[in-house]
């Protein structure tokens, strides 16, 4: 009699676990991520049976919609900025903050420009081929803000300021030079090292110290529908493999913390 | 107070209302009076800006534009550089945003003309031309209007295929639906309040005075 | 001066007829095939509506193009089928005035008239203008516009309109049909003054037989696309040889009848109304005794009686009782019962002076020659 009461015992919690359904987050990331994240969540969903929901955009846009209500899990920004910022306001759960990595920028030229990256350096900017220059609006894109210290830095911004031309996001921006409509520009070097650009132009690293470092970081908001699973995904990426792609694609790890 | 991106969409939206004039009524008149059994196709494209997603266009027109496209190399051939990025390249965006939100209330006006008036000035004499001129154009004067004006507030508003063509240049292409949306995601809320409260009422008001003036309507 | 002609030879003055020789088929099946001649002067087309009179106007204005034919004016063809010829409608200096008048509701009452005048000289167009205006007393209105006007004055600016661009052919599409009688009168007298000096041929659409007899000197009536018959309003209308002529003139009086005595002396036979005692002295035809026949007696032309008449011409004397009157406008419908039942056209004076009333006894008087024998139509 005992036996039976534990062996239907079992069967039910077995039915039931079999029953429940599988769990399933919205990622908000920014658009530079599209690569890296969307083969990192497909790692994720073989191994656990989980679904993620990825939405990629700008990061000035996520942070205003959770301002507002928006319920996403998980928020990937590409400036470590508006991740504090939801900390601050209690938007966000501050320990969940995590800095995956820091982003670079890179001159970009696609194929077929006469422009010699290797001797011109940052003067490549000056050539007289060059009519337009894409940038992210530093007004609200981090890497645009970048784009404008380097330039700043290496005392072009003046010079080249009228011909600046501004992507809403760093995607847009890419798709200003890869369309040939701008002749150069300042992108995500996770961008240039995508498959889709990776073969279409060639890149320049910009010296790291002429800009302010791209610390880029998530965070877990307190209106997440899902925070276990949440907190399941963000301890996925941090992961060696994940962390591997993330390289893979361009975002240099950053410094280990104890 | 962004002020240089208000006067720009004005302009941008003042010129292409002018061409749309222009452009706009031969089409109309053609979509109007034909009898060509393939002509509904010409009015399926006339009126595909109105269901395409102007981002959709936007990109279109971006690749377009480009130096790869051979209209693009034309341009490049003939001005130094491309339609990308210049009010001119706007103005052409816009055209084709708002070319539906001309052509079809022309078109209507002339349509809703009695066909007899047009007969009886044939019987008179009067060729097809003049009759568009005498008798088509004054009894479509409250379509013709309506047209113009939506066309206007149309190009005012228009956010999407700037924000693909535009590149965001401040005098040239910066036109104020940007210049909102900059300052939204630069969180400066206030300043945004403030330039979208113009808008509006500058929009209401060119709005009302165009309704007003264009009361009179033809009886018999 | 002649406008809008450029270089189509004025047609010589002796011969300015209109001819038309027209096919044109429908979707739904309705033909249309006339063959009408119109002289300079009135010509009416009379019939029902759908009969394809308008249809005619458009061919000749040129709005409407025949599957195959020919129009021509005098010696200027307007359209051939043969010899792929249709004139534009710009060309053809037809002037149509129609059925709603299509005046240009923005322009006033002397710009419409001016409308067709472009290609003159300002001074030259004015003059001619005042003219017609004048010509049609309306050059007291010119400063009005349409809506302003009554339907008589509008009616006077359509016509004006056209005729001021010295048509070769005019065409009217029921010009008279809104208008009350006064009106009517004054605008027929208008036109037929215009018509003595002018002499081009106009072809008038109407289904009203009064203006048949006021203004025609031909007309043509159709009927299902069809001419069934030619020639002045007295041939065709107050002898009708064909039923639905006689329908469309207004014969309300039509019967079956058999012949049951001939009479080859007197030019006459007697005819049995079917269904009834009524015999009828009928003008003699090809018939013999016992033979079918139609025959249909205009309701105007009967005569009614309060007392049995004595010592008259008329062969035909039916005692009968009145069973309906009625008055419409200025003409009485009485309805006589005398075995058949007659409709008998009066005029008030009569009915009052009579003393008419249902049910009273009373005589109907029928001419011989007003009995008309109806051709057995095909079919």
């Given at each position: 009699m005992k036996n039976v009461r534990l062996g239907s015992l079992v069967l039910l919690i077995l039915l039931v676990a079999k029953a429940a359904p599988a769990g399933e987050i919205t990622v908000a990331a920014a658009s530079d991520l599209t690569f890296a994240l969307t083969e990192i969540a497909h790692g994720y969903e073989q191994k656990t049976g989980n679904r993620v929901k990825l939405a990629f955009g700008s990061s000035g846009n996520f942070f205003a919609q959770i301002q507002n209500g928006a319920t996403f899990d998980v928020f990937f920004s590409a400036d470590v900025e508006y991740p504090r910022k939801l900390a601050a306001s209690g938007l966000a759960a501050a320990p969940t903050l995590w800095v995956y990595g820091t982003g670079r920028i890179v001159l970009w030229a696609p194929a077929g420009s006469p422009l010699n990256f290797g001797k011109l350096g940052m003067k490549a900017l000056l050539d007289p081929s060059v009519q337009k220059i894409a940038i992210a609006n530093p007004a609200h894109a981090p890497y645009g803000r970048a784009a404008k210290a380097a330039l700043e830095r290496f005392k072009l911004y003046d010079q080249v300021r009228d011909k600046l031309v501004l992507g809403e996001n760093i995607s847009q921006t890419a798709q200003f030079v890869a369309s040939g409509n701008a002749q150069i520009g300042i992108l995500a070097l996770s961008l240039a090292v995508a498959p889709t650009l990776k073969d279409k132009g060639t890149y320049w690293e910009v010296p790291i110290d002429s800009y302010p470092p791209l610390e880029q970081a998530a965070v877990i908001p307190t209106a997440a529908t899902d925070k276990a699973l949440a907190r399941a995904f963000l301890d996925y990426v941090r992961t060696p493999e994940a962390r591997a792609i993330l390289r893979q694609y361009g975002f240099q790890p950053p410094p280990e913390k104890p | 107070m962004s002020w240089q991106a208000l006067a720009l969409s004005v302009k941008l939206a003042a010129i292409v209302s002018a061409v749309l004039f222009v452009v706009g009524m031969p089409i109309a008149y053609w979509i109007a009076s034909s009898r060509w059994r393939w002509r509904f196709l010409v009015e399926a494209v006339v009126a595909l800006p109105l269901v395409l997603p102007p981002t959709v266009l936007g990109f279109y027109l971006l690749v377009a534009m480009g130096p790869r496209s051979p209209l693009g190399r034309l341009w490049l051939r003939a001005f130094g550089h491309t339609l990308s990025f210049t009010l001119e390249g706007l103005v052409l965006a816009s055209l084709l945003y708002s070319l539906p939100f001309a052509v079809q209330p022309f078109a209507a006006a002339f349509r809703s003309v009695d066909r007899q008036l047009v007969n009886a000035s044939a019987t008179l004499g009067v060729s097809r031309l003049r009759t568009f001129a005498r008798v088509i154009v004054p009894l479509s004067s409250a379509g013709i209007i309506t047209g113009l004006v939506l066309s206007f507030a149309h190009t005012l508003g228009e956010f999407g295929v700037v924000l693909m063509v535009g590149g965001n240049i401040p005098g040239v292409t910066r036109t104020v639906s940007i210049d909102i949306y900059d300052q939204v995601q630069s969180l400066n809320y206030a300043a945004a309040n403030q330039t979208a409260l113009l808008l509006l009422a500058i929009s209401f008001i060119t709005l009302s005075v165009v309704y007003a003036v264009n009361r009179k309507v033809w009886v018999l | 001066m002649k406008v809008g002609t450029d270089g189509d030879a004025e047609a010589p003055a002796g011969n300015r007829a209109l001819s038309v020789h027209i096919q044109k088929g429908f979707p739904g099946g309705f033909e249309l095939a006339a063959e009408l001649e119109a002289p300079a002067g009135i010509t009416i087309l009379f019939g029902r509506s759908g009969s394809g009179k308008t249809t005619i106007l458009g061919c000749v204005a040129g709005l409407l193009a025949p599957d195959a034919g020919r129009i021509a004016v005098g010696s200027r063809v307007l359209f051939d089928h043969a010899q792929r010829l249709n004139v534009p409608v710009v060309r053809r200096n037809v002037g149509y005035v129609f059925q709603d008048l299509a005046l240009f509701p923005h322009l006033t009452a002397e710009q419409n008239v001016a409308y067709g005048l472009g290609r003159l000289a300002a001074g030259e167009r004015q003059h001619q203008v005042q003219a017609m205006l004048e010509q049609f007393r309306i050059a007291h209105l010119?400063?009005?516009?349409?809506?302003?006007?009554?339907g008589g004055e509008r009616q006077r600016v359509a016509l004006a309109r056209s005729l001021v661009i010295e048509p070769q052919v005019l065409l009217l599409d029921e010009p008279l049909a809104a208008l009350d009688l006064p009106t009517q009168s004054q605008l027929i007298a208008d036109l037929r003054r215009w018509n003595r000096e002018h002499q081009i041929p106009i072809l008038y659409v109407t289904h009203s037989q009064r203006e048949v007899f006021a203004l025609g000197e031909r007309v043509v009536v159709l009927d299902a696309g069809k001419v069934l018959a030619q020639g002045t309003p007295q041939q065709v209308l107050r002898a009708p040889l064909q039923e639905t002529v006689a329908q469309l003139a207004g014969f309300e009086n039509i019967f079956d009848a058999r012949v049951i005595a001939l009479h080859p002396p007197h030019g006459t036979m007697t005819c049995r109304l079917e269904g009834s005692s009524v015999e009828l002295e009928v003008p003699l035809a090809k018939a013999v005794v016992g033979e079918a026949a139609r025959i249909a007696v205009n309701a105007g032309d009967i005569l009614m009686a309060v007392e049995r008449p004595r010592g008259l011409s008329a062969r035909n004397v039916l005692a009968g009782r009145l069973v309906g009157l009625e008055q419409e406008g200025i003409t009485v419908h009485a309805r006589v019962d005398c075995g058949v039942v007659f409709q008998v056209k009066l005029t008030p004076t009569a009915r009052e002076s009579l003393a008419l009333a249902v049910g009273r006894e009373v005589w109907l008087v029928i001419k011989t020659y007003s009995c008309h024998l109806l051709e057995s139509e095909p079919g």
């Open positions: - | - | 010119a400063g009005r516009k349409p809506a302003e006007l009554s």
